[in-house]
């Protein structure tokens, strides 16, 4: 598995010729992480998806290690890229194994014997997304976070060289939300893989994202190292919400919270103020 570049420069993207992000330009590089985030519907999936070859770019250039996208035909691209977007179908009936089993379609071909390689590709992709005891279960009776796994599992089964997660935690718990990043900067570091991952939760991104992007205003505000990137000001523009940044004394990690509101319960912040009020005084007379 060796990691790819992917470029994209001067990128319009929108549907049906209607831009929803203009003039982007993104880099995902080999071995790093790189968070997109941004507030719902500013055009982080429709980003993801074009840079996945999955929708035209509406002006702009996409390559991967210099080769236009446009220049690989579809299994070309699959042995290069591999995409999980936020909600997938899988046929009725279809189990875990013969889900993960599709991502090595991409090097054989649907009808081709599997080989040495594709078992231990398909090994290693249910291992490392901890879906081993689901192998024999049907993807439709799985609850959303065990088939978020499975999903996972089957773009890793991929191995491709640029790997893009839209909101790949939703529907995971804590510890396998945590799982699945600690996954993902794995791929990065030892495999030297080009990771471009959609997440929401902030705190997340700043601890798992070696690139930040921001997404906002119909089009990329911010771009770079979490910490350069993760300001009040530019967490305010994007979401519309004045927030504290301020950096975890354990984990040296960034994490931001609204600012209370001065200005009465609507202004900006005030979400903090209606759902944790501040505790009361200890009575000194209590026992
Ligand atoms: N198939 C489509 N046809 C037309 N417009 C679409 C389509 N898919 C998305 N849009 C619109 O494009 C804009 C960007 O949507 P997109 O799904 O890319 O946002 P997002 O940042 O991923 O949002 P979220 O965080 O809510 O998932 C939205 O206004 C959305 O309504």
Redesign the pocket.
């Known amino acids: 598995m060796d990691g790819a570049r992917l470029v994209a420069e001067d990128l319009d993207v929108g ?2 010729g209607r831009p ?1 992000l203009r003039q982007v330009g993104l880099e995902l590089r080999p071995g790093a992480v790189t968070v997109l985030v ?1 507030p ?7 980003l993801l998806r074009t840079v996945a070859g999955l929708l035209p770019p509406l002006a702009g250039k996409i390559s991967i290690d210099g080769a236009p996208l446009a220049s690989f035909n579809r299994r070309a691209l699959s042995q290069r890229l591999a995409f999980l977007p ?1 909600s997938s179908q899988a046929p009725a009936g279809v189990s875990v194994r013969e889900l993960v089993r599709h991502g090595r379609y991409a090097h054989r071909g649907a009808l081709a014997r599997h080989t040495a390689e594709d078992t231990e590709a398909i090994d290693w992709a249910l291992s490392v997304t901890d879906a081993e005891p689901l192998v024999d279960r049907r993807l439709d009776e799985l609850s959303g976070g065990e088939r978020q796994r499975a999903w996972l599992a089957m773009v890793l089964a991929q191995r491709a060289g640029v790997l893009l997660l839209d909101e790949p935690t939703t529907y995971l718990d804590l510890r396998h939300q945590f799982e699945v990043l600690d996954v993902v900067r794995r791929l990065a570091r030892e495999h030297r893989i080009a990771c471009g991952v959609v997440i929401h939760d902030l705190m997340q991104a700043a601890a798992y994202a070696d690139d930040v992007v921001v997404v906002a205003d119909g089009g990329v505000i911010a771009a770079g190292a979490a910490d350069d990137v993760l300001t009040p000001d530019v967490i305010e523009q994007a979401f519309g919400l004045r927030v504290n940044v301020v950096r975890d004394a354990a984990t040296g990690h960034l994490a931001c919270f609204p600012v209370r509101a001065a200005a009465g319960p609507d202004a900006p912040g005030a979400v903090l103020a209606k759902t944790a009020p501040t505790p009361a005084e200890p009575d000194p007379a209590a026992p």
């Open positions: 549907h049906a929803v941004g719902n519907g500013c055009g982080k999936s429709t936020q």
